[in-house]
């Protein structure tokens, strides 16, 4: 295998949540151009289980110096790589050949990909600046690497191999039990929330995520802020009529499919678009047929407001009775408008104000000053300075004094939450 080929198997723009809804690529990687969601990983989980077929792995688990997940205490002679996904989990089994050595019994790893986890097969000297975890095939033939890459290192693995304790049944895999499960547990204090929070909690919902609840709410034109218990009540009383067969049953769901049901057909679109940065060279094509897909999530004049826990919902017209107070709706604008908006684009209130005062610094004496309340808008997070101990008739202060800067949020919004992950 041409390394050169390899290496350019899986190359795609990572987006997070927001870069992705402004349309600017953070950077170029080998990982999904999106935050993985329930979808993601079941490609992840194909596509490991597609290039693993017939190759033989040997050796100990490397395990980067500078990731803080634990170490995998693995090592054969030979043995095989196996995945399997359950909503936003997937599970990599390590299966010992016979005759192997030492004698070892098969492990499992359960991973979650956090904001940018993925996995590439690479040759073993062209290894990926951030592969944190890697498996290596045996010789003689030529030496490769499964890696599991995440740029943001928001991802985690377990080697006791057991499913993360909480999440609920699957919504891809496991629809019946995640129906149920929904419905029987209404009277939790999760569905006081509205239901695009509610969406995200994986005790109920686990494989659904950002791009995936706006895209069910919209379909159903469900206020993303209506409350969950109020939306999901409705299906406890909904019966199809006993008279009906079972395939006029079957076209009615289909025709006529509640959130619960969509919440296992949306994703399952997604998972027949294929690709997805899973395959040689598809990168631009998957995207492109992703974001043709899409029909709220990011599109040009859809609204969005940020959740209790600050995550982006995008949605049309009437946000709901549980929209966040004081929360202003945007609207997303074309290409060309936010393009337009981005050379326009103001500096972060900190360096407008330094730039106004260094202005103010060289300004003529004889000039008169306005206030800065006249002359600035007042960011309402900042404190005000206050005027205590100031000195009748002083001059105004000339701005030399700069607040605190405050430090970006580079905490993950699923990292260690069930409830968000």
Same mark, same amino acid.
């Given at each position: 295998m041409d390394a050169r080929q390899t290496q350019g198997q899986i190359k795609l723009w990572l987006m997070n949540d927001e870069s992705f809804a402004s349309g600017v690529p953070t950077g170029?990687?080998? !990982? !999904?151009?999106?935050?993985?969601?329930?979808?993601? *990983?079941?490609?992840?989980?194909? #596509?490991?289980?597609?290039?693993?077929?017939? *190759?033989?792995?040997?050796?100990?688990?490397?395990?980067? !110096?500078v990731s803080r997940n634990p170490e995998v205490p693995f090592e054969s002679s030979a043995y095989h790589i196996s995945a399997l996904a359950r909503g936003k989990e997937l599970r990599l089994t390590l299966s010992p050949?016979? @005759?192997?050595?030492?004698?070892?019994? &098969?492990?499992?790893? $359960?991973? =979650?990909?956090?904001?940018?986890? !993925? #996995?590439?097969l690479v040759p073993a000297e062209a290894l990926p600046r951030h592969a944190h975890l890697r498996f290596y095939t045996a010789p003689p033939a030529p030496r490769l690497a499964l890696c599991f890459v995440d740029i943001r290192r928001?991802?985690?693995? /377990? &080697?006791? +191999?057991?499913?993360?304790?909480? %999440? +609920?049944?699957? $919504?891809?895999?496991e629809y019946e039990r995640f129906r149920e499960n929904v419905l029987r547990n209404l009277s939790d204090k999760a569905f006081d929330r509205p239901i695009c929070e509610a969406l995200l909690d994986q005790?109920?919902?686990?494989g659904i995520g950002n791009y995936l609840r706006a895209e069910i709410l919209y379909r159903l034109k469900i206020p993303p802020f209506e409350k969950a218990r109020t939306v999901l009540e409705a299906l406890q009383q909904c019966r199809l009529s006993p008279e009906l067969t079972l395939s006029q049953k079957v076209k009615a769901k289909l025709q006529n499919p509640d959130l619960l049901e969509l919440c296992h057909l949306v994703p399952k679109e997604v998972v027949q678009l294929g690709g997805k940065g899973y395959g040689p060279e598809r990168g631009e094509e998957d995207f492109a047929a992703f974001r043709a897909w899409l029909r709220c999530y990011a599109v040009p004049g859809m609204s969005s407001?940020? /959740? %209790?826990?600050? =995550?982006?919902?995008? #949605?049309?017209? /009437?946000? +709901?009775?549980?929209a966040p107070k004081g929360g202003r709706s945007r609207k997303k604008k074309s290409q060309e408008t936010q393009l337009e908006a981005e050379d326009r684009k103001e500096d972060p209130p900190s360096k407008s104000i330094s730039r106004t005062q260094r202005a103010r610094k060289h300004c003529p004496k004889n000039v008169p000053q306005q206030s800065e309340g006249a002359s600035l808008p007042q960011n309402l997070e900042t404190p005000a300075v &206050?005027?205590? +101990?100031? =000195?009748? @008739? %002083? %001059?105004?202060s000339t701005g030399r004094h700069r607040g605190p800067k405050s430090k970006p949020d580079t905490q993950p919004r699923e990292a260690g939450e069930i409830s968000a992950s």
């Open positions: 170029p990687s080998h !990982s !999904s151009f999106r935050m993985p969601e329930g979808p993601e *990983l079941h490609l992840a989980s194909h #596509f490991v289980n597609e290039i693993c077929k017939g *190759l033989v792995f040997g050796g100990c688990v490397e395990k980067s !110096s050949l016979p @005759g192997s050595h030492p004698p070892q019994k &098969p492990l499992s790893l $359960v991973f =979650r990909f956090g904001m940018s986890g !993925s #996995f590439q928001f991802g985690h693995w /377990d &080697p006791g +191999g057991e499913w993360q304790p909480g %999440r +609920g049944p699957c $919504v891809l895999l005790r109920f919902f686990n407001l940020r /959740d %209790r826990h600050g =995550r982006t919902i995008w #949605f049309q017209g /009437d946000p +709901g009775p549980l &206050p005027e205590k +101990g100031k =000195r009748r @008739g %002083r %001059r105004a």
